[in-house]
């Protein structure tokens, strides 16, 4: 099992930046899609961005796409949610997590049950 970190949360006015930073220990993290996921108050958990294995293939939700950018640093094992632009509805506990789908199968999930490692989370507030 794999121990996720995040860290670099905070609050902020819309507008501004905010790199989320994503530290991995326990697993091989260099094999395997990591995903960012958000999930406001009384909503469910939604799939913001992800990344597979090689940094290669990455994933947007709509919703982000165009402000939001997703990397890893394979030999930090490290990642990293960079967020510009933000806007109040971005307010939200933001999660990574890891998916131990076998780099071969090809898979990048968005689905939050196909995760199986989880960060403790990390809680970003955007004011108006």
């Known amino acids: 099992q794999a121990q996720l970190v995040e860290s670099g949360g905070g609050l902020v006015q819309a507008g501004a930046s905010l790199t989320l930073s994503c530290a991995a220990s326990g697993r091989t993290f260099s094999s395997y899609t990591l995903g960012w996921f958000r999930q406001a108050a009384g909503k469910e958990r939604v799939a913001v961005a992800a990344i597979d294995w090689s940094g290669n293939r990455k994933y947007y939700a709509n919703f982000v796409k165009g402000r939001f950018t997703i990397s890893r640093d394979n030999a930090k094992n490290t990642a990293y949610l960079q967020m510009n632009d933000l806007k109040p509805e971005d307010t939200a506990e933001y999660y990574c997590?890891?998916?131990?789908?076998?780099?071969?199968?090809?898979?990048?999930?968005?689905?939050?049950?196909?995760?199986?490692?989880w960060g403790q989370g990390t809680q970003v507030t955007v004011s108006s």
């Open positions: 997590a890891l998916d131990m789908v076998p780099p071969s199968l090809n898979v990048l999930s968005t689905k939050a049950e196909d995760y199986d490692d």
